[in-house]
């Protein structure tokens, strides 16, 4: 075996592929995915359906008044429109958890912003900067295991 790469020898790729993140559905980086993954799809989805139906909190309220101005609607039917995308987003991650992951973490830098603009939520906007950096992991993990939702739970032959 003169002459042949390291890792081009037999022994050498199944013992990387062992070690490798795809590997083991059980492993502890798949099982985070699989946290993330569902987490990112169901959340969204729920907050979303939430700013129509206001069980947890009225969403108007953390609108900063700068944006409302901008705004050539009212706010609660601009908070409407974020309820759709947010119900699009979770199912976006759902189905191309690749694309999703990122769009769903750019879409919380965008509330983050929204509420630094809004002087009494910073702690808030804290708590949506650290979930925009899981969405973000999220994206990176699904290079490895992006796999629709409905396949999570299915072996592949």
């Not at 206001?54 to 609108?63: E, S």
């Not at 706010?75 to 694309?99: D, K, N, Q, T, Y």
Request: proline share 5%; glycine share 10%; hydrophobic share 50%.
């Amino acid at each position: 075996m003169a002459g042949t790469h390291l890792f081009e020898r037999p022994a050498v790729k199944a013992e990387l592929a062992q070690e490798s993140p795809g590997a083991s559905e059980r492993s502890p980086s798949h099982l985070a995915y699989q946290v993330l993954h569902v987490g990112y799809t169901v959340l969204p989805i729920l907050m979303g359906i939430d700013k129509f139906a206001r069980v947890f909190v009225n969403w108007d309220l953390y609108l900063s008044g700068s944006v409302q101005k901008l705004l050539p609607m009212s706010g609660h039917s601009f908070m409407l429109i974020v309820g759709c995308i947010e119900i699009a987003a979770g199912f976006l991650v759902a189905i191309l958890p690749r694309l999703g992951a990122f769009v769903v973490a750019a879409w919380l830098v965008g509330i983050v912003i929204n509420l630094l603009l809004v002087p009494s939520y910073y702690d808030i906007a804290l708590g949506d900067l650290g979930l925009a950096l899981g969405a973000f992991a999220l994206g990176l993990l699904s290079r490895d295991y992006g796999r629709p939702i409905g396949k999570l739970f299915r072996r592949e032959a």
